[in-house]
C-alpha cells in the first residue's frame, strides 16, 4: 500500500491529540494509504527524543526548517503555537508538500490569506483541525439540516465557557500559556474558543454576514513568563457576538476563560421552522432534537444518544450504546482526510474555509472596537 508520511511540528497538548489519530485511523478505518510516523520536529532535544519514543515517530528535528524539505515526508501537520502556522504552512506548500494545520489558520485574515494563496498556487491538500465537526452527535445533527428536516433556519446560539484563567496570578507566555500572549496568539477567546464556534456554525447554517460584538481584557497586566516583567495583556478574555447569517437567520455567540465553573462548554443550538436541535460537549454523545411534525399528543424533545452503527462514525467504533470521546473527533478528521488527499483533495475545513472563518472573528473583534455592525469580508 502507498504510505503516507508524516512530518508533525509541535510536541504540545495538540501534538499528542494528532499523533494518537495517525495511530488509531488504521486500526478502525481502511485507508487508501497507510500512515507513517516519519518524524516531529520541535526545539527542546530532550523532550523531542522523549516524544518521538513514545508514539513510534522514526526520527526527530530541533527545527521545523530541517523538517519541511525532507524528500521523505509527504504530508506537514502544524501543531506548534499560532505564530507559527504562516511561516510554516507557506514553506511546506512551497516544497510542494500536503499541509494540515491547527485552528485557528492564522493569526489574522491577512495571515490565512497569504497561506490559502500558498497552498492554492501549488495546488497541496490541505485541512484546518476544526475537530469538533467530527463529533459523531453534531455530524448527525449537519446530516438532519442537509435532509431538510429543519425547514428555513431562524436562529443559532453558541458558545465555548472555560474557566482556567481566572487567577491573576496567572503570567502570560510561554510553553502552555502562550494562549495568553497576543503577540503569539493574535487574539485571545476570540480567535482560540469563539473561532470553534464560528466554524460549526458556518458548516451547519451557511456564511455569516456581518457581527457586532463586546469583548474584554479583564485581567489587564500579568506576569511574562519570558521577559520576567509585568506586561499589558492584548488578548480578549471573553467576546460575544450577534450575527446575521446570509440566509437571513440571527446568530448569537459568547465564548470566555471567565465562567467559574465551566471546563470546555461548547454548546450549540439551532432552530428552525420545523425543528430545532442542541449538543453541548460536556455530554458529546448525545443530541436534543424537536420535530413539530410528530404526532401532537407525544410531540416533545427527544434525547437521543448517539452510538448506534447507522449514525456518523460510530460502526468502526465498538457496539451500539458504548461511547468514544474527544481525541476520536481527531482520528475521525484525519481518516477523511488520507480518503481526500489519496485523490489529491483537499478535506472540509480548507485552508479556505479557515479564512473565512479568520474574517469572522476579524470583523468580531473589529466590532468590539468600533462599536458598529461589522461586514465580514467575502473577498
Ligand atoms: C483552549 O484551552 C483549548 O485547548 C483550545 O485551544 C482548543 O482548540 C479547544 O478545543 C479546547 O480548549
Known sequence: MKRLNIGLVGYGFMGRTHSNAFLQAPRFFDLPMQPVLK????????????FAA?????????DWRNLVPRKDIDVIDIASPNDTHHEIAIAAAKAGKMVMCEKPLGRSAKEAQEMVDAVERTGVPNTVWYNYRRVPAVTLIKQLLEEKKFGRIFHYRAGFLQDWTISRDLPQGGEGLWR?????????????????????AMWLNGPIAEVSAM???????????????????????ASA??????????????????????????TLEINGEHASASWDLHDLHRIQYFDHRDE???????????????????????????QIGYEHTFTHQFMEFVHAAAKGASLAPTFRD????????DAVLKAAQSRQWEKVQTS
Open 39 to 50: 518524524a516531529v520536529a520541535a526545539r527542546n532535544e530532550e523532550r523531542v527524543r522523549k
Open 54 to 62: 513514545n508514539w513510534g515517530y522514526e526520527s526527530y528535528e530541533t
Open 180 to 200: 495568553l500572549d497576543v503577540a503569539v496568539a493574535g487574539s485571545g477567546v476570540t480567535g482560540d474558543l469563539l473561532a470553534h464556534n464560528i466554524d460549526t
Open 215 to 237: 469583548t474584554e481584557t479583564f485581567i489587564k497586566q500579568r506576569l511574562h513568563t519570558l521577559t520576567g516583567k509585568v506586561e499589558p495583556v492584548g488578548i480578549d478574555d
Open 241 to 266: 457576538c450577534l450575527a446575521r447569517f446570509e440566509n437571513g437567520s440571527l446568530g448569537l455567540f459568547e465564548a470566555t476563560r471567565y465562567a467559574r465553573g465551566h471546563k470546555a462548554l461548547y
Open 296 to 322: 401532537g399528543r407525544v410531540r416533545g424533545w427527544r434525547n437521543i444518544h448517539v452510538t448506534d452503527g447507522d449514525q456518523p462514525y460510530m460502526k468502526h467504533w465498538w457496539v451500539p450504546g458504548l
Open 354 to 361: 479557515g479564512l473565512a472563518t479568520d474574517r469572522v472573528t
